[in-house]
């Protein structure tokens, strides 16, 4: 009896959570983007290539530490437009929750090699790479990361 009244009870309430995680994970309102793209090339002007507009989740945080800054370096000047969740590096999170970048294939692949090469060595800067990337895999399995 106790399992019946439990399905009953509880198949509502999951329907209910699923429909709302749907609406909210389906419709970005434009206002959750910072378009990166307006006005910019679409061509990387590192690599030359032609490029692909992306939706990419948006994160933020004075990180500081040596080996963070030297990325942040890369990221201007190895591969502005790798595949990969934008940081804004300020110091309070933006209203946007999304980017919408240009994204370069031959960036995204600078980015591989550059961390194969250049490992962070301390936990700070390890979890920060895993943070980024957990939230990019997380977005592109997201119903809104698939569109
Ligand atoms: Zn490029």
Redesign the pocket.
């Known amino acids: 009896m106790n399992t019946v009244r439990t399905h009953s009870v509880a198949l509502p309430r999951f329907s209910f959570v699923l429909l709302i995680g749907l609406l909210s994970s389906g419709c970005i309102s434009s206002r959750r983007i910072q378009d990166y793209t307006v006005a910019r090339s679409s061509s ?1 002007e ?2 030359g ?1 032609v ?1 692909n507009n992306k939706l990419v989740p948006q994160t933020f945080g004075m990180k500081r530490s040596g080996w963070i800054l030297k990325l942040r370096n890369a990221r201007e000047c190895v ?3 790798a595949d990969e969740i934008y940081d804004t590096s300020f110091c309070m999170p933006s209203n946007e929750q999304y980017a919408r970048i240009w994204v ?1 294939r ?2 995204t692949a ?1 980015r591989t090699k550059w961390l194969l090469e250049n490992p962070p060595f301390l936990e700070e800067d390890s979890s920060y790479v895993r943070f980024c990337d957990l939230m990019w895999k997380e977005f592109r399995e997201s119903f809104v990361g698939r569109k």
């Open positions: 990387c590192v690599h290539s490029m591969f502005p437009h370069c031959e960036c600078a």
